[in-house]
Nanobody
Framework: QVRLVESGGGLVQAGGSLRLSCAAS????????LGWFRQTPGKERHFVAS????????YTADSVLGRFTISRDYAKDTVYLQMNSLKPEDTGVYYC?????????????WGQGTQVTVSS
């Protein structure tokens, strides 16, 4: 059974940092793009960042560019999202996603999400 399990969310003050992790299991994800989306109540999920299967293509949303960094560990089948200089508007549920290939378009697999709350 394929699973994506996020961790690392929590409550942090504006200007603080968090690192999200997403551990994949059930198959090898070396040929998959991995990424993160954010969702707030009543709104659709929005793309945050992704990294392609070989780590050479990284895409980051303009709203977090320069503050968030995505990376992956192939040995652990884990993707990370380092979030610095957090703002209240970064608040939401962060979902990990995996898709075969180089980009995240629809997502083949999704995690259950981890809540990030940034207080002002």
């Amino acid at each position: 059974q394929v699973r994506l399990v996020e961790s690392g969310g929590g409550l942090v003050q504006a200007g603080g940092s968090l690192r999200l992790s997403c551990a994949a299991s059930g198959r090898t994800f070396g040929t998959y793009a991995l990424g993160w989306f954010r969702q707030t109540p009543g709104k659709e999920r929005h793309f945050v960042a992704s990294i392609n299967w070989n780590g050479e293509q990284i895409y980051t949303a303009d709203s977090v560019l320069g503050r968030f960094t995505i990376s992956r560990d192939y040995a652990k089948d884990t993707v990370y999202l380092q979030m610095n200089s957090l703002k209240p508007e970064d608040t939401g549920v962060y979902y990990c996603v995996a898709e075969l290939g180089s980009q995240i378009e629809k997502g083949d697999y999704w995690g259950q999400g981890t809540q990030v709350t940034v207080s002002s």
